[in-house]
């Protein structure tokens, strides 16, 4: 058996004197989805601030593919094969969705499985509005335009920050549905939530933080309803 795609060892991160992660271990198999679930404040963010290079890590707390990564700085981490959908969608507002996509693909050269075509496959919705600026869609296709632009980098590992934020349950549904496919692709994915359940419905493994702190872990089928709510809420 192969090693993890993503592994994280020991990981602290600081912003200025501020302790915001104390020793966060955790790793993520080859078309894995993980969920990571806390209450705000947890570290979540942080977190994947620092896998993404955004927050500077030591070099060996973090490795993608055995290499470590730690020490690399945003732009080079994408290009090394993690990609991030950011909380926000953070769309290119005066482009085309088409155009919006394309960004995604400058950033990685190498193995293609994504292209635009995949992508419309993906979201048909965003095929009928490939000539519409980002800012003319709904909330949902915002979100469906910054997975796929995500995905155009064709990344081992795909973060998703809090993707439902703000959507109707129905759209979240429907983002949600596109993620077999993601992982058909052979990405691995990172969910960041705080919708518990739709975060454990899509999850093979699932980690709650506190307090800058990995406080469980474990498969969604493995961990009672209880332990999720007591490691969610601190209650010891
Ligand atoms: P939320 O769901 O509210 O985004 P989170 O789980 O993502 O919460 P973080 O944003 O990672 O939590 O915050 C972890 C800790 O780091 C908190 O105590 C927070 O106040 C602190 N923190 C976050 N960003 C900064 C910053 N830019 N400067 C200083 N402290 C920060």
Same mark, same amino acid.
């Given at each position: 058996?192969?090693?993890?795609? +993503?592994?994280?060892?020991?990981?602290? @991160?600081?912003?200025?004197?501020?302790?915001?992660?104390?020793?966060?271990?955790?790793?993520?198999?080859?078309?894995?989805?993980? @969920?990571?679930?806390?209450?705000?404040?947890?570290?979540?963010?942080?977190?994947?601030?620092?896998?993404?290079?955004?927050?500077?890590?030591?070099?060996?707390?973090?490795?993608?593919?055995?290499?470590?990564?730690?020490?690399?700085?945003?732009?080079?981490?994408?290009?090394?094969?993690?990609?991030?959908?950011?909380?926000?969608?953070? +769309?290119?507002?005066?482009?085309?969705?088409?155009?919006?996509?394309?960004?995604?693909?400058?950033?990685?050269?190498?193995?293609? &499985?994504?292209?635009?075509?995949?992508? &419309?496959?993906?979201?048909?919705?965003?095929?009928?509005?490939?000539?519409?600026?980002?800012?003319?869609?709904?909330?949902?296709?915002?979100?469906?335009?910054?997975?796929?632009?995500?995905?155009?980098?064709?990344?081992? #590992?795909?973060?998703?920050?809090?993707?439902?934020?703000?959507?109707?349950? #129905? #759209?979240?549904?429907?983002?949600?549905?596109?993620?077999?496919?993601?992982?058909?692709? %052979?990405?691995?994915?990172?969910?960041?939530?705080?919708?518990?359940?739709?975060?454990?419905?899509?999850?093979?493994? #699932?980690?709650?933080?506190?307090? %800058?702190?990995?406080?469980?872990?474990? @498969?969604?089928?493995?961990?009672?309803?209880?332990?999720?709510?007591?490691? &969610?809420?601190?209650?010891?």
């Amino acid at each position: 058996m192969t090693g993890p795609v +993503l592994s994280i060892e020991n990981l602290t @991160a600081y912003y200025g004197d501020f302790q915001a992660l104390f020793g966060v271990d955790l790793a993520l198999q080859q078309g894995q989805a993980l @969920a990571i679930i806390g209450a705000n404040g947890a570290g979540k963010s942080t977190l994947m601030r620092a896998i993404t290079g955004i927050l500077p890590s030591p070099r060996d707390a973090i490795r993608l593919n055995g290499q470590p990564i730690g020490h690399l700085s945003a732009p080079e981490v994408l290009e090394a094969g993690i990609s991030m959908v950011p909380e926000g969608r953070r +769309l290119f507002p005066s482009l085309s969705v088409e155009e919006n996509l394309l960004i995604g693909a400058h950033v990685r050269t190498g193995s293609r &499985y994504w292209t635009l075509d995949g992508i &419309y496959d993906l979201f048909p919705i965003l095929a009928e509005r490939r000539h519409n600026p980002g800012t003319a869609l709904s909330g949902g296709q915002q979100q469906m335009v910054a997975i796929g632009r995500a995905l155009m980098s064709n990344p081992d #590992v795909l973060l998703c920050d809090e993707i439902s934020l703000g959507l109707a349950p #129905v #759209v979240i549904r429907d983002i949600y549905a596109s993620f077999p496919k993601i992982r058909e692709s %052979g990405a691995s994915v990172i969910v960041v939530e705080q919708d518990i359940g739709q975060a454990l419905k899509i999850a093979d493994h #699932v980690c709650c933080m506190m307090e %800058g702190r990995v406080t469980l872990s474990g @498969a969604p089928d493995a961990l009672s309803r209880d332990a999720i709510h007591d490691a &969610y809420f601190g209650v010891s």
